[in-house]
């Protein structure tokens, strides 16, 4: 690099010490040597997921002119040339990450290979959902036998789509409870990557990937009170926005952290959806019985996520002034009682309408006060997105319609201006 160029010419002219100068030179060499481990680690897991479909497409090429007897020794083949690989990497390459990542990986897709497979050759009767269920739950020791956070992610993916296929897909043959189940199990691997590598790409995937496999997958358990499950939904893109802005994440990238950008966005649209008068109308002309609805599934997951909710805003909120609080902390808590008026008044509708104008202005509040072109422009496009659920959906003129248009583009064009010229001010 430049920088290592000059060093010689700063220690000539005692700018550096020859101590600071070593430490310079270690700091950009282990930075090396870490990217590109990280690219041998990616490298190993695409070359060992490759070289498996190869090994089965060649198979598969030749399948139908094979006996039985070939068919089922190709079926167990990659299964145990995985094995191998594993019980290598446990023995001589136990602290080698591309090593433990690659040969679990390989073992993962071996795995299901062979399940499908061996079920083809002797007609074992099944359907997908079986078939990930086993998958998922053969693979599930390789975590931690292997300590390999590529087989959680796909882990996670694989729990996903059982899931879907199961409940959304297949609805309503069966119900996918076991998900939940699955997911615990991969949740003690996340906290020991906390504990670890709390900074490692990895851990970066598994905040997007658990997220957005619970978002996924809440609505299965949604049966027969669906209405219930957008406090569900509520609570849990509140929970998902409050741990985003826990210590941890704070420090870090927003990028890097799913949980406050699936929480932020996933209540924004839920309240633009629901500043429709559609759904209002049919809560009120629906006949909710308490007694039924506190034995229902919905009602359980909706009370779960909001007490975890509560518990964590109470958390949040002890130390905070009330002018620091962010503006969509309290939304999950206004919903519910929104939810409790609409059964009876069409008050509701007005009241989420206010909440979403006022999640814009505060959001442009902050970003005012924080210098934060990002955070203004991000309330702006709330505002903007209300105002065009409201074009669709009221008997506004096109005159006054024209009108909300042009005052929202001109509070954008005024909004920028006025931070860039406070911005070129305090310079």
Same mark, same amino acid.
């Given at each position: 690099m430049g920088i290592l160029k000059e060093?010689?010419?700063l220690i000539k002219a005692e700018v550096i010490t020859?101590?600071?100068?070593?430490?310079?030179?270690d700091y950009y060499k282990n930075k090396r040597s870490s990217s590109t481990n990280r690219l041998f680690i990616v490298f190993g897991i695409l070359g060992a997921i490759l070289v498996g479909l190869g090994i089965i497409l060649i198979i598969a090429h030749n399948w139908d002119e094979l006996s039985r007897a070939t068919k089922t020794f190709f079926a167990f083949l990659p299964l145990f040339i995985g094995q191998l690989l594993c019980g290598f990497t446990l023995i001589k390459k136990q602290d080698s990450i591309a090593w433990r990542e690659s040969s679990a990986a390989f073992l993962f897709f071996s795995v299901g290979a062979s399940i499908s497979l061996v079920s083809q050759v002797y007609n074992i009767p099944g359907n997908l959902s079986s078939f990930l269920l086993t998958w998922m739950l053969l693979c599930f020791p390789l975590i931690y036998v292997m300590k390999s956070s590529m087989v959680s992610l796909l882990y996670l993916i694989g729990i996903t789509y059982y899931a879907c296929e199961t409940s959304y897909w297949s609805y309503p043959s069966s119900e996918?409870?076991?998900?939940?189940? /699955? =997911?615990?199990?991969? $949740?003690?691997?996340?906290?020991?990557?906390?504990?670890?590598?709390?900074?490692s790409n990895f851990m970066i995937f598994h905040n997007w990937l658990i997220p957005l496999s619970v978002v996924?997958?809440?609505?299965?358990?949604?049966?027969?009170?669906?209405?219930?499950m957008f406090i569900a939904y509520f609570s849990l893109f509140g929970l998902f926005y409050l741990i985003g802005h826990k210590d941890f994440f704070i420090r870090q990238k927003s990028r890097n952290s799913g949980y406050k950008l699936l929480g932020s966005l996933g209540t924004i649209v839920l309240l633009l959806t629901l500043s429709f008068n559609w759904f209002w109308e049919d809560l009120r002309n629906s006949d909710l019985q308490l007694n039924e609805v506190i034995s229902t599934p919905e009602f359980f997951a909706s009370t779960i996520l909001s007490l975890f909710a509560?518990? /964590? =805003?109470?958390?949040? $909120?002890?130390?905070k002034a009330l002018n620091n609080i962010q503006p969509l902390v309290l939304i999950f808590i206004l919903f519910i009682i929104t939810f409790v008026l609409g059964l009876s008044s069409p008050i509701a509708v007005v009241l989420i309408n206010l909440y979403v104008f006022a999640v814009g202005i505060l959001t442009i509040r902050d970003g005012a006060?924080?210098?934060?072109?990002g955070i203004l422009n991000y309330g702006l496009l709330v505002i903007t997105a209300l105002v065009i659920c409201r074009f669709f959906d009221t008997e506004l003129s096109f005159v006054v319609r024209g009108i909300m248009f042009v005052s929202v583009g001109a509070g954008f064009f005024i909004a920028n201006y006025l931070m860039l010229k406070k911005r070129k001010a305090n310079e």
């Open positions: 060093i010689p010419e020859q101590e600071t100068a070593d430490r310079i030179q996918s409870y076991p998900y939940w189940v /699955l =997911l615990s199990l991969a $949740l003690p691997h996340y906290y020991l990557l906390y504990l670890k590598n709390p900074k996924i997958t809440l609505g299965t358990v949604a049966q027969k009170t669906e209405e219930l509560v518990g /964590l =805003l109470y958390v949040h $909120l002890k130390d006060q924080q210098d934060h072109l």
